[in-house]
């Protein structure tokens, strides 16, 4: 996957003062842009009462997983009264950590809202999914490397020791 810019989570007076203002308004930019791919893929790739998977793909390929589930859970956070997002997506929203600028009213903004909340939640869950079936298996891949790195550079412990203590 290509290099993607990662989301910018402190306010503007933050940003501005630590001079990191052209980051912030990158970001900004880009949240802006992805909740607009967003509504724009759903509603590109919704044929026949589905929606192809191909629209996760398309928007997670533009602008990384990262950006995209950041939009999705504001989204659902906004939209907190709106039983037509799962439980599971919910609570899969609880653990995706949100810029200051998406926190109250301003967060809005960046709400996905010109597409129906039920296909918005099966939007959630192809992310999620694609999320699972490519970061996933990386990281299993990774942990199976640095175990297999530890155990060949562990000592062997003996038995004895292991009882005495």
């Excluded at 501005?16 to 949240?31: G, I, K, M, V």
């Excluded at 869950?125 to 298996?137: A, D, H, K, L, P």
Aim: glycine share 4%.
């Amino acid at each position: 996957m290509k290099y993607h810019l990662p989301v910018y989570l402190h306010s503007a007076n933050y940003a501005e003062e630590f001079q990191e203002t052209n980051d912030y308004r990158a970001s900004f930019r880009l949240n802006m842009q992805c909740r607009d791919a967003i509504c724009e893929a759903i509603d590109a790739h919704y044929k026949n009462n589905r929606l192809n998977e191909a629209a996760a793909h398309e928007v997670i390929e533009q602008f990384g997983y990262e950006r995209t589930m950041v939009i999705l859970a504001n989204t659902v956070h906004k939209k907190d009264w709106d039983g037509r997002f799962s439980p599971d997506n919910r609570k899969w929203a609880d653990t995706i950590p949100c810029p200051c600028d998406m926190l109250g009213e301003r967060g809005k903004r960046f709400m996905v809202d010109k597409v129906h909340p039920g296909l918005v939640d099966l939007f959630i869950t192809q992310v999620r999914r694609e999320y699972n079936r490519t970061v996933g298996r990386q990281s299993v891949k990774a942990a199976l490397k640095d175990n297999c790195a530890q155990t060949a550079s562990k000592p062997k412990s003996h038995k004895k020791k292991e009882q005495s203590l």
